[in-house]
């Protein structure tokens, strides 16, 4: 497929502002794609040049790219840089460069979808001496191939930069209305993508096999699974309705939640939002090596921070661990524990599909249990007087409080079903729970908060109709560091227009748009009706915890909201 065409199709839809008329379009055009060329086309247009999991990076700086756009438009760098400071925005610097581009340099021919994609993946190879000049050259390479408005979107790709508003769900809407006409088939759809959240295998299977290929996507060990989360209740006796038969309550640990995988003696390591972060946990692969024999498997915990004594620390410690240097220093300044909880394969053999109680009794058997790597205290009951005072011993433990399964539950993916239910210590004090909002705009401050922002927007997201719905205003509990971090965290993400996906009152209409991207965690006293948020309720006296690491379409949906009252 030639790669004009993409580029019209991304024109029309960063003119779009509204979910339903891009997944309208979007179907359309996916019908014209060749089959061969639909996963690149499903992955290029979420600005990505793969399934996220696989965490590759073109690793090219803004200078590099306007150096490229210099070379394919044949004038000088400093020129370019005076349009780009006029701009902001490499895309728009791509192509009125390449409009004046002089008729002496022909265009090279034509760009076709592979060849873009086959040239940005040479660019993630790109390593060591003379790398970014020839990142840069590869890169110009493709820009003298295309057009202006090409260059546009080609520009935005190698920065990370295309932000039009589509998302995963978005795609794969589009492609249930482009090859199936069924509306039972989107679930197909959905379940297919929770096991297998790669959205160009979703897409190309389905063009080519249709909704049986679909049918027959499983766990794949390599591959991340979407993970299973959980709901909550109001009061503690609620649990029993939702759980009658026995339960499983093991202790909610407050750190990072891990998918490991083992395959062919490699093991890597998988956050909640997907991200491979093996490279962070060098101690949690050896621990997992030396402690699960086995040739393959999936298995989930959560990894906390400890002190010497093996004690929890608090999760603001383990966020130490993030980060891309000094990693075996910080494996020894903050030591951690991993806590099993599940199982999902083991040794050629999926466990996807058994019961709570077979995952975890085969976990039991595998796991040599030490200091460092151990399974979830668990307690085995029906009865709500025993579950508190486990609740109590984990609080005293310094955990979070516990999280409830279903003893013949399966685990489903990517759901927060009633199989599991948190309890923690936030309902005991009266306070209601945590909610987890995408930031989808900010205000910017006054007084002491001037030069920064001084307000943050914040939305759930509604499931069904994949749209970010408004439902506070969050201004308490930033500290002033974390304010004054603020405009360079969003710069990236600031939108000249309302995100496509957002649905909003008038009133609420923030100084900047932020394409939803940051998750913050809000701990609120109360939920009351409100004309001016677009969910129709706001959250009354939020107050800022921390930033989470989740993607937007994982945070607290809207129906929870509403069943929250
Ligand atoms: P929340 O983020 O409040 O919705 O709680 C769900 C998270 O709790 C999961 O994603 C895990 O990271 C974490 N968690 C801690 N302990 C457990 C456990 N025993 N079972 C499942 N999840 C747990």
Request: aromatic share 8%; glycine share 6%.
């Amino acid at each position: 497929m030639d790669f004009q065409k993409l580029a019209d199709l991304y024109e029309e839809l960063e003119n779009t502002s509204s979910g339903n008329a891009m997944r309208e379009i979007l179907s359309k055009f996916f019908k014209e794609v060749p089959p061969e060329d639909i996963a690149m086309v499903a992955y290029l247009t979420l600005g990505q040049i793969d399934s996220e999991y696989e965490g590759l990076v073109l690793g090219m700086a803004e200078k590099s790219v306007l150096k490229a756009i210099s070379t394919a438009g044949g004038i000088e760098q400093s020129k370019v840089k005076t349009i780009m400071e006029k701009e902001g925005d490499v895309g728009l610097t791509a192509e009125i460069v390449l409009k004046k581009k002089p008729q002496t340099l022909v265009p090279l021919g034509k760009l076709t979808v592979p060849e873009l994609f086959e040239k940005l993946h040479k660019i993630t190879k790109l390593t060591g001496s003379g790398s970014q000049e020839a990142k840069t050259n590869t890169l110009a390479s493709m820009l003298q191939k295309s057009s202006a408005k090409g260059a546009r979107y080609i520009a935005r790709i190698t920065l990370g930069t295309l932000r039009m508003g589509v998302g995963d769900m978005t795609v794969l809407d589009s492609l249930a209305i482009a090859f199936t006409d069924d509306k039972k088939n989107k679930e197909i759809l959905e379940k297919a993508y929770n096991i297998c959240p790669d959205v160009g295998v979703i897409a190309e299977t389905l063009a080519k096999k249709g909704i049986k290929g679909i049918e027959k996507i499983d766990i794949s060990v390599g591959r991340p699974i979407k993970m299973m989360l959980a709901q909550r209740v109001k009061e503690l006796k609620d649990i029993k309705e939702k759980i009658p038969g026995e339960m499983a309550v093991e202790g909610k640990y407050d750190g990072e939640r891990v998918q490991a995988h083992k395959s062919k003696g490699k093991i890597t390591l998988f956050s909640r939002r997907l991200d491979n972060i093996t490279a962070q946990f060098p101690d949690v692969v050896k621990y997992l090596e030396k402690n699960i024999e086995a040739k393959d498997f999936v298995v989930e915990g959560e990894i906390i921070a400890v002190d010497e004594e093996g004690r929890p620390l608090h999760f603001q410690k383990l966020m130490q661990r993030k980060r891309k240097t000094d990693i075996e220093e910080y494996v020894k300044k903050v030591p951690v524990q991993v806590k099993l909880f599940d199982l999902l394969y083991y040794n050629s053999r999926s466990f996807l599909h058994e019961p709570y109680s077979k995952r975890t009794e085969k976990l039991q058997k595998i796991v040599k249990k030490n200091q460092h790597i151990m399974t979830a205290d668990r307690l085995d009951t029906d009865d709500l007087s025993e579950l508190n005072k486990f609740f109590k011993e984990m609080l005293h433990e310094k955990y979070e409080g516990v999280i409830v399964k279903g003893m013949d539950s399966e685990y489903q993916a990517g759901t927060r079903g009633w199989n599991w239910i948190k309890w923690k210590k936030e309902y005991v004090k009266e306070m209601i729970d945590t909610f987890d909002l995408v930031v989808v705009g900010a205000f910017y401050g006054k007084g002491k908060r001037k030069g920064t922002y001084g307000a943050l927007l914040c939305a759930g997201y509604n499931e069904k109709d994949d749209t970010f719905e408004t439902v506070c205003k969050l201004g308490t509990g930033l500290t002033d560091e974390a304010l004054a971090e603020l405009p360079e965290k969003f710069e990236k993400y600031k939108l000249e227009k309302k995100p496509a996906r957002l649905t909003i009152k008038k009133e609420m209409e923030p100084d900047v748009w932020l394409s939803p991207h940051f998750v913050v965690e809000v701990l609120a006293a109360e939920i009351t009706e409100s004309p001016y948020h677009s969910l129709g309720l706001a959250l009354r006296f939020p107050r800022f915890i921390r930033f989470r690491e989740k993607k937007p379409e994982q945070a607290t949906t809207t129906k929870e909201i509403k069943e929250m009252r």
